[in-house]
């Protein structure tokens, strides 16, 4: 798809601002019970249900992260009233499917790429002209995946920087056509985006993937009222179809505790000796549980307790105690059920005896930062024996770790956060030279880890 090009204002975000750096230390056992923030994928998307539905949706649990706050604002800048009640409580009323207007400024999603994709979904199938932006780390990333089935509908790209990128300019279209996509790489994002964009098309929109991803948005689709088909399709793969212009009804949106926040107290616990700690209200959907899974193959002690459904979600409490880990080998097919767990994942195999071997991480190379190569260069940084070969990543654990840094973040929570966890464990601990964007998914974070025990300053 090609469009003119969009005049490209500075970045938002903390991209301008100076940095924070961090260092933590060798810790003594960490210890606690605590419930991590609500799920930011739940979140952004109970927010966005709440705009399109007809009535006062009522959220608790939301997760009062920057990524989440930006969809927040954008939803407002859209036609929705969104109120803060309390702590996590907020109130969307709605505007209806068909009803969103033009926002009067650009909306800034910040480092979010969640917010920005599966909204220029939502404007897809509207009489709406609307302008997308981000920070730096955003407008570096990939949009064109979202674009390209967009445009198929009949969305046009009224401008965008070069590649697609942000900032953008869609304007929607009250006749939008209905689709068959198949998604070319595994991204809840891109289906989620089509499903949006296929609430105001009329007729049935197909989206099939040949990896399932998280399920989120069909599970609210559903919730919301919208008549949504779910089929299995070849060995790992779902076929999805969505009835066009359904009424979505105010639904309340209980947000279950994020499993990829409680990934890093979970691996804090399991590399700090002497640990025990309990997360609780984990949300434990089977696509978004791949870390569990591969940690207790590498011997973790984790015991799944009080598994029960709440809101529709599956969700327990994960007791983690302190173990001795092995390597192993991380199936390419596990990846979107644990995509953003790898950079933690990659620190508890350094402390893992033998090799762990992640393969097929790709999509890595694409998010907030290259995760791929952030994660090997924060390796190397900290004396730990990896490689990267193609799309897999090599790590070779050991017992002493010394740690060191400084370890680069590249505005990347998860890696800040990461290396974090490791420098917990290490013999030189670990400085950080960014924590300000840790703030986009776990504002708690800092405090939380103290609160257990972690020396971090
Ligand atoms: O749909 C979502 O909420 C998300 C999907 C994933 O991205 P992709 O769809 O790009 O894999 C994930 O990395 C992101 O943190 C949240
Ligand atoms: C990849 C992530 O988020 P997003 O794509 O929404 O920026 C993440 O939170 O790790």
Redesign the pocket.
Known sequence: MSAPSASAPAPSGHGTLPATPATARRSPPLSGRVRVPGD??VS?RALIFGLFAQGKTRITGLLEGEDVLNTAKACAALGARVTRLGEGEWEVEGVGARGLSSPAAPLDFGNS??GVRLMMGAVAGQNVTATFDGDASLRRRPMKRVLDPLAAMGVALAAASEGGRLPLTLKGSATLKPTVYETPV?????K?AVLLAGLGAAGETVVIEREA??D?TERMLAHFGADVRVEPHGTHGRRITLKGRPSLIAAPVDVPADP?SAAFPLVAALIVPGSDVTLTDVMMNPLRIGLVTTLLEMGADIAVVAERTEGGERVADLRVRHSRLKGVEVPPERA?AM??EYPVLAVAAAFAEGVTRMRGLS?LRV?ESDRLAAVAAGLAACGIAHEVKGDDLIVTGSAGVRGGGPVETHMDHRIAMSFLVLGLASEQGVSVDDVAFIATSFPTFMPMMRGLGAVIN
């Open positions: 930011k994928s952004h790429g969640t595994p991204s809840a994002q891109v989620s991803t998280r989120h990829s979107p995509i953003d999509e998010k």
